[in-house]
């Protein structure tokens, strides 16, 4: 299976900026689409933003023109770019490898351990 591995998260201000990381063990231009998820406490799982390899992108409504997903070459990696964060963002980051058939996604039933992110005063 593919190993990733979530990094970059922390404790940051309302209104600052974290950048999250996702390595891959295998080179990421083999895997169709990484997403970025996020879980709160009590809340359910959901997909925040997702790319494939052919660049095309998606975001939740809740993040869009706050946050960028993008691919890093050179780290072999999926980062996530948040931008103006707000409490409503705390939760626990996971990323996950899937496909993107038709109109849907189809991710993986594997997850890792994440990387939880704070934004508090």
């Known amino acids: 299976q593919v190993q990733l591995v979530e990094s970059g998260g922390g404790l940051v201000q309302p209104g600052g900026s974290l950048r999250l990381s996702c390595a891959a063990s295998v080179s990421i231009l083999s895997i169709n689409t990484v997403g970025w998820f996020r879980q709160a406490p009590g809340k359910q799982r959901r997909l925040v933003a997702a790319?494939?390899?052919?660049?095309?992108?998606n975001y939740a409504d809740s993040v869009k023109g706050r946050f960028t997903i993008s691919r890093d070459s050179a780290e072999n990696a999926v980062s996530l770019q948040m931008d103006s964060l707000g409490p409503e963002d705390t939760a626990v980051y996971y990323c996950n490898t899937g496909d993107l058939r038709g109109s849907g996604y189809y991710w993986s039933n594997y997850w890792g351990q994440g990387t939880q992110v704070t934004v508090s005063s």
């Open positions: 790319i494939t390899s052919g660049q095309i992108t």
